[in-house]
């Protein structure tokens, strides 16, 4: 049997230390296992690690844009009960009904189709649907635009807006299908908010 000493192991290569490993854990023998493990994570250490790539500017305000969404959301989930047990039962009898997470798993807004199919640099926005109805909050910026063109949208039943137009006579949706048939445009997400919440304040009643 090998005498398997520290300077004998740190001497073998990363595959056959991983195959002496192996073997050691088939055959039981804990302290052999140990001193494997102790060196595999000594190498592990020693190991450069990637740097992450540094965020470009749109994706910084992607990003930023996703968070405020999503605290927009936090602070209307206080405010109305819009959750999905609520939902589904506001709905009942509304078929193939499937109540909205308000925000993305992440906590952060949803990801929306138009960018997810490349149509766009920038499509996030967060949701409720109760019955047929479904509302949104969004962001949105056309491909090759600067930052500075984004519009922040409320989209809704046309009953429940102020004032409202069809989605697509106020923006490019490439052909697909909206949620609901008419929308606000706004410059500033303080102004959407105020409209979303009015919205959901109706839906909520």
């Not at 992607?62 to 047990?85: F, I, N, P, R, W």
């Not at 996030?124 to 491909?143: Q, T």
């Not at 490019?172 to 409209?195: E, I, P, R, Y």
């Amino acid at each position: 049997m090998v005498d398997w000493t520290d300077d004998r192991i740190a001497a073998l290569s990363d595959s056959d230390l991983k195959n002496l490993l192996a073997n050691a854990e088939r055959k039981s023998v804990d302290d052999l296992i140990a001193r494997c493990r102790t060196e595999l994570e000594k190498r592990n250490a020693l190991k450069p690690r990637k740097a992450s790539k540094p965020r470009t500017e749109l994706k910084e305000f992607e990003h930023a844009m996703s968070v405020q969404l999503a605290d927009v959301g936090k602070q209307m989930a206080e405010k109305y009960d819009l959750s999905e047990e609520t939902a589904k039962a506001k709905s009942s009898g509304v078929k193939g009904f499937r109540a909205h997470k308000l925000v993305g798993s992440d906590g952060q807004a949803k990801l929306g189709g138009l960018q997810r199919a490349g149509f766009v640099a920038v499509d996030r926005y967060i949701s409720y649907r109760r019955g047929n109805d479904i509302v949104s909050l969004g962001v949105f910026l056309p491909k090759d635009q600067e930052i500075s063109e984004h519009k922040f949208f409320v989209i809704a039943p046309q009953a429940m807006l102020d004032r409202s137009e069809p989605v697509d006579a106020i923006r490019d949706n490439h052909g697909q299908k909206q949620s609901a048939d008419s929308g606000v445009a706004f410059g500033d997400l303080d102004s959407a908010a105020a409209a979303f919440d009015k919205v959901l304040a109706k839906m909520a009643a």
